[in-house]
């Protein structure tokens, strides 16, 4: 099985910066990361897509924060990054890491347990 640990969240003004990272294990395992991404939860509201990451080094992000955000892969570190910048006050949430991984026995995928991000004025 393969745990997804996240870092790097905090407390920012707007318009700064933080970068989230997220690191795969697998516990002595062998597995395969496939797609990797992050998403987010605000209080009240569902969580929602900020950006994902393919093997082929494919991105996709979310329409709100498009121009302000990076999704990068470390392969051999298993690890992925999400690069926040000129940040709003609706950013704040917990983001969390996704992926989907393969092992012998089958696809399976994955969550982290969440970093906080606050944006204050």
């Known amino acids: 099985q393969v745990q997804l640990k996240e870092s790097g969240g905090g407390l920012v003004q707007t318009g700064g910066s933080l970068k989230l990272s997220c690191a795969a294990s697998g516990s002595g395992s062998i597995f395969s990361l496939n797609t990797m991404g992050w998403y987010r939860q605000a209080p009240g509201k569902q969580r929602e897509l900020v950006a994902v990451?393919?093997?082929?080094?494919?991105?996709t992000y979310a329409d709100s924060v498009k121009g302000r955000v990076a999704i990068s892969r470390e392969y051999g570190k298993n690890m992925v990054h999400l690069q926040l910048n000129s940040l709003k006050l609706e950013d704040t949430a917990v983001y969390y890491c996704?992926?989907?991984?393969?092992?012998?026995?089958?696809?399976?995928?994955?969550w982290g347990q969440g970093t906080h991000v606050t944006v204050s004025s």
């Open positions: 996704q992926a989907d991984y393969a092992t012998g026995t089958g696809d399976f995928a994955t």
């Open positions: 990451i393919v093997t082929g080094g494919d991105t």
